[in-house]
């Protein structure tokens, strides 16, 4: 078998047996193949497709490229739950806690924020103490007794993929359909869980920039998920404006506190109240109106707080700053945005919202850079709000005072005024099972 006649095969609109995709990743995987190869497969794959069978096998091959977590000793209960990034997207503080307190086994890991969408392994070493990374028996052990452990991804989960998707990053190929869903898949499946939950996002903070496009994605994914024996749902969510109010990794910390408390009901409360429902619905086997019952009861009552106090805990983090928020280290400077004029938001660019987040220290560019856990910004208005002159747009928080000025540039260019109430577009597009 040669990688030259695969690529030809591709480029001329054949469909590749499994054997040859095999043969790809794991000879590109050992370093047998070249980049100039992988590029050509992956640009051919941009030209000519991939059929579900293509895709499914691709997503398998890279999942068994390294480690395959066992959870099988857990039976049916294990869920994980996959956000393709947003700008305030916190859920996954949310909802793990939530259907962790109703029997679910939630064994996560998840990754770092870079550029405008922010990492939940970055807000959770927000939290002191906090240890994002453990031996895998320890992991294992905490999943069966607390419910649910949050890890960064370790090294050799998947490490075809990125090792792949390092590739496609500079050679104009990260947007095939095909190997977006495989690079997703491929990293879920490694990870073990039986019933997976896709939160994919759309709109102007979104990687997918369309419904349709976000749709494409959604079923492609619940279908490749579905064949590699999995238990599936995608929800399709609004991220043309950011999520909740506060955009940064204590800062979001907060946020899901209140809402686990019952403090805020707004969008993100919305939001998490659907992924958390259809995560439930397939662990316990029940329809979405049982499990939403349950889940907002697991909110009302005060379980999901508790289980999130337990789970930090569990894993080396002070529980006091959970505990009363006011203890999370502040930024040494803030800002306010006063509005100059009078009427509605009529937009908000959510990927410029989060540069500018970034641009605070709330973020990083690069892999390398450093981030500041108490910098980011908080939203004193929303798309569809009214506004008066001299409200207050939003709150910038930094230790860097310079960073001021085009972080408030940015974020003034990211909305715009209206002199009547825009139409909002729903928080749930679809559902997808």
Known sequence: MRMYDIILKKRRGF????????????????????DYQASAFCMAVCYSGMTSAETSALTMSMARSGDMIDLSGFGDLTVDKHSTGGVGDKTSLIICPIVASLGAKVAKMSGRGLGHTGGTVDKLESIPGYKTSMAMADFMKQVETVGLALIGQTGNLAPADKKLYAL?????????????TSSIMSKKIAAGSKNIVLDVKTGSGAFMKTLEDSTTLAENMVCIGKACGRNMTAVITDMDTPLGYN???????????????????????????????????????????????????????????EKMLEWVAAQGGDTSVIKDTELFRKSKHSL????????????????????????????????????????????????????????TLATLLSDDENSFEAAKNIFLGAITFSETKPEMPPLVAKIVR
């Open 168 to 180: 496609r990053d500079v050679t104009a190929t990260v947007d095939a359909i095909p190997l977006i």
């Open 15 to 34: 469909e590749l047996s499994p054997e040859e995709i095999d043969f790809f990743v794991q000879g590109y995987t050992k370093g047998e193949i070249p």
């Open 247 to 305: 955009i940064g990794n204590s800062l979001e910390v907060i946020e899901a506190v209140r809402i686990l408390r019952g403090e805020q009901q707004d969008d993100l409360y919305e939001v998490c109240v659907v992924l958390a429902t259809e995560m439930a619905a397939l662990v316990l086997g029940i329809d979405a109106n049982d499990a939403k019952a349950l889940v907002l009861d697991s909110i009302s009552s005060g379980k999901a707080y």
């Open 336 to 391: 306010e945005i006063k509005a100059t004029e009078s009427g509605y938001i009529g937009s908000m660019n959510a990927e410029e919202i989060g540069k500018a987040a970034c641009l605070l220290g709330a973020g990083r560019v690069t892999k390398e850079d450093v981030i500041d856990p108490a910098a980011g910004l908080i939203l004193g208005k929303k798309k569809g709000d009214k506004v008066s002159v001299g409200d």
